[in-house]
C-alpha cells in the first residue's frame, strides 16, 4: 500500500510540475505578446516605478535613516531605476547640512560648515597612486570609505595627477574620469580642471589631451573635457634659508562667471601677488603662517592631534576671499583644509566648506614632489 501511494504522489507531483511549465510557458509567450505591443524589455522597470510615490518615499525615509557611513543601501535604491533615483536624490540632504557623502556627485559639492570631514590619503610609491578615503573611526591606520584615487604621469617636461573614481582605471579616457591636476617645469605652479562644466557656457581648455579625451566623449548630453576650476601657487624662495613652505589657492565658484576668473587667473602669467589680491569671483585660500619653536628648532603649526610626523608637506589654509560667506570676505581664523603627515606613506587631509572632496584632494596632491625653488 504505501509503494502504491509513492508511485501515485511521484506521478501527481510530476504532472504538476509539467503544468506549471506550461503555465509558464504561456505566461513568457504572453509577456512577449505584450512587448510586441509596446511592453519591451522595460516592464520589469514599470513594475519597480509603478509603485505609489508616498509608499516608494517612505520605504527611501527609512532605508536613509538606518543606512551606515558606507551608504550602500540607499545607493542601491538610487540605482533601481529612473523614479527611484529622482525620489532618492530628493529625499537625501545635502552633504554641506548632513555632513554625509552618499553619492559620486557629493564629492564636489562643498563639505560640512561646521566639523571637517576628516579623510585619509594613503600613498604607493611603487605606482605613485594616492588613494583618498572617508575615516570612519579615529584611527589611522583603519582606510575607511574609498572616495577618489589620483595617479601621478610625467607629460613631457610637466606632470599630471589623473584624478578618478576607480581606484584600478585611472585613465583620463575612462568613464570614471572626474578632473586632473596639471604643473609646470619647477613644480610650483598648478592648474585644477574638473571633467565637467562648473557653470553652464564654460569652455574647456583647448590641449592636447583634452581633445583626445573629447573624442571619448561617454554621453552627447553632457559636455565632456577639461574646464580650469582653480590653481595652487608656490612662492619662490631661492635666495632665503630653508624654511617652510608658502602658498596661495584660488578657486573658482559656481554662481561666478567665466570672465571673472580669465580676468584674474592665468597659469604662468600671474604670480603670488595677484593671486591674492585679485579675489573678484574667485575663493582665495593662503596656507598659515608657522611659528618658530625655541625649544624644538622648528616650525609648529596647531593641527589638534591630527597630524603626527613634521614635514615640509604639512599645511593649513585659510580663506582671505570667501564667495560663500557674506561679502565675500574671508576668515582667516577658520582652517578650511589641513593636511599632515602621519606615516611613511599615510596622511590627513581634513575639509569644510567651501572646498569639495574633489578641490581638497588636487590641493593636497601638489604638495607632493620636490620644489626645488620653494625649499
Known amino acids: 500500500m504505501s509503494l502504491r501511494r509513492s508511485f501515485f504522489s511521484r506521478r501527481f507531483s510530476r504532472s504538476f510540475k509539467e503544468l506549471n511549465e506550461k503555465s509558464g510557458r504561456v505566461r513568457d509567450s504572453d509577456e512577449a505578446v505584450g512587448s510586441g505591443r509596446g511592453g519591451g524589455a522595460g516592464q520589469p522597470d514599470r513594475s519597480w516605478a509603478g509603485m505609489l510615490p508616498e509608499l516608494l518615499a517612505e520605504i527611501i525615509q527609512r532605508v536613509e535613516r538606518s543606512d551606515g557611513d558606507l551608504r550602500q ?77 589620483a595617479r601621478k604621469y610625467r607629460n613631457g617636461a610637466h606632470t599630471e595627477y589623473i584624478i578618478s573614481l576607480d581606484a584600478d582605471d585611472l585613465s583620463q579616457g575612462s568613464n570614471a574620469y572626474v578632473g586632473k591636476l596639471s604643473s609646470d617645469f619647477l613644480g610650483t605652479n598648478f592648474a585644477i580642471y574638473d571633467s565637467q562644466p562648473p557653470h553652464s557656457g564654460a569652455k574647456p581648455s583647448i590641449s592636447r589631451s583634452s581633445r583626445r579625451f573629447a573624442s571619448k566623449q561617454i554621453s552627447p548630453q553632457v559636455p565632456a573635457g577639461n574646464f580650469e576650476v582653480g590653481q595652487v ?106 593636511f599632515g603627515k602621519v606615516g611613511d606613506d599615510t596622511f590627513t587631509m581634513d575639509y569644510r566648506q567651501p572646498l569639495s572632496a574633489f578641490q581638497a584632494f588636487a590641493i593636497c596632491l601638489t604638495s607632493f614632489g620636490t620644489k626645488l625653488a620653494c625649499e
Open 73 to 149: 543601501n540607499i545607493v542601491a535604491c538610487a540605482c533601481v531605476c529612473k523614479k527611484w533615483r529622482q525620489i532618492t536624490k530628493e529625499i537625501v540632504p545635502s552633504p554641506s547640512l548632513t555632513g554625509i557623502i552618499t553619492f559620486p556627485s557629493c564629492l564636489k559639492k562643498p563639505g560640512p560648515r561646521e566639523l571637517p570631514h576628516q579623510c585619509l590619503i594613503k600613498r604607493n610609491k611603487k605606482t605613485s597612486t594616492f588613494y583618498l578615503y572617508l575615516s570612519l573611526t579615529p584611527s589611522f591606520t583603519d582606510k575607511g570609505k574609498f572616495l577618489l584615487a
Open 233 to 338: 601657487s608656490y612662492k619662490f624662495n631661492i635666495l632665503k634659508p630653508r624654511g617652510p613652505r608658502r602658498m596661495v589657492c584660488s578657486l573658482k565658484c559656481s554662481s561666478q562667471g567665466e570672465a571673472a576668473y580669465d580676468r584674474s587667473l592665468s597659469l604662468g602669467k600671474c604670480n603670488m601677488k595677484k593671486l591674492e589680491s585679485t579675489g573678484s569671483g574667485c575663493t582665495i585660500l593662503r596656507n598659515k603662517a608657522p611659528r618658530w619653536h625655541e625649544h624644538l628648532q622648528c616650525w609648529c603649526l596647531n593641527f589638534h592631534g591630527r597630524v603626527t610626523v613634521a614635514s615640509v608637506k604639512n599645511f593649513q589654509l585659510v580663506a582671505i576671499a570667501d564667495q560663500s560667506q557674506p561679502g565675500g570676505k574671508g576668515d582667516e581664523e577658520t582652517v578650511l583644509l589641513q
